[in-house]
């Protein structure tokens, strides 16, 4: 069996620097490593991004950026400041928002407050 790891992030930049270079896509080197920083899972994944980064660009009439590389690509990566909200967040908001404790939120009476 081969254990499959995923490239590096010198070779993920070389690898969406030569897709650039095929799709004659004119994508500065600060955008291809912003992309090849947070996407680092597979090839497909890594090329797709670029792929959308520059159709963005193309179909808006605007300069290829790392701006707008971060728009285009928010919901494939993850800002690291917002951190996953619990169920207990959600649920202190919630008691908060209508005034009753934690206990009456999370007891077993269902009478209406």
Do not use: W
Not at 3 to 11: F, R, V
Not at 94 to 109: E, K, P, R, W
Request: aromatic share 4%; glycine share 4%.
């Amino acid at each position: 069996m081969t254990d499959i790891t995923p490239p590096d992030l010198e070779t993920r930049i070389a690898i969406l620097s030569k897709k650039a270079a095929t799709e004659r896509l004119p994508v500065p080197p600060d955008v291809l490593e912003y992309i090849a920083t947070h996407i680092e899972r597979n090839i497909r994944e890594l090329e797709g991004a670029l792929i959308r980064v520059a159709a963005f660009a193309s179909l808006n009439k605007s300069q290829v950026d790392r701006t707008l590389a971060e728009i285009v690509l928010r919901d494939l990566i993850p800002d690291a400041g917002n951190p996953d909200i619990t169920a207990v967040e959600i649920m202190n908001a919630t008691a908060a928002y209508f005034g009753v404790s934690m206990d009456d939120l999370c007891g077993t009476s269902r009478s209406r407050v």
